[in-house]
């Protein structure tokens, strides 16, 4: 018997595979051939696969490099003269998320989104205490830089990018920050 148990390599029309159909072409009859087929498939696929992963970092990359560069309103929050320091006052920016705004000395000012980075509720800051602290389970966040220095939260707070102008304090921004 013949190694390819008496069934015909042969097309029913007698051509060879590469002018055969499409069907013919995604499956031989020849197994050599069908085996080619299978790998070039797979290297079809590899290839596939490997450019959408790569295009997909891309993507991911760009939009981070993007999202660095996003542009916020300016929005005045207080006059100077208002707030003495070693005050605080809560404001919101740039629509409803709400943060808090602290003089810590005659020219030193902080602001941070309010929402602890623990599980979001509002912290209290306390420039007397040189922190803001969090009621809900007891977090505290140092108030010069907004890091977390005990309780649960592990990521500061979210800063907001101050201006000072004719005697007014505005919000410009939020600082992109890591750790
Ligand atoms: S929500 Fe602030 S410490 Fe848990």
């Given at each position: ?25 995604k499956f ?12 070039l ?10 450019g ?8 991911i ?15 005045a929050?207080?006059?100077v003269s ?44 306390r420039p ?10 007891r ?5 010069e ?10 990521r ?24």
């Amino acid at each position: 018997m013949s190694p390819d148990h008496g069934f015909s390599r042969e097309y029913p029309d007698g051509r060879p595979l590469q002018e055969q159909g499409l069907f013919h072409k995604k499956f031989p009859t020849d197994t050599d051939e069908d085996n080619l087929v299978s790998r070039l498939e797979f290297t079809k696929c590899l290839v596939l696969t490997s450019g959408a992963m790569a295009a997909g970092q891309c993507w991911i990359a760009a939009n981070s490099l993007l999202g660095e560069k996003a542009i916020y309103p300016e929005k005045a929050i207080v006059k100077v003269s208002e707030l003495p320091p070693g005050g605080a006052m809560v404001f919101h920016y740039p629509g409803d998320e709400p943060c808090v705004l602290a003089r810590l000395s005659e020219d030193k000012w902080v602001a941070y989104g309010q929402k602890c980075t623990h599980l979001a509720c509002a912290v209290i800051p306390r420039p007397s205490h040189g922190d803001l602290y969090c009621p809900c389970h007891r977090g505290f966040f140092e108030i010069e830089n907004g890091r977390p220095i005990a309780g649960p939260p592990r990521r500061p707070l979210p800063r907001v990018t101050l201006a000072v102008r004719d005697g007014v304090i505005y919000a410009t921004g939020w600082e992109v920050r890591s750790q």
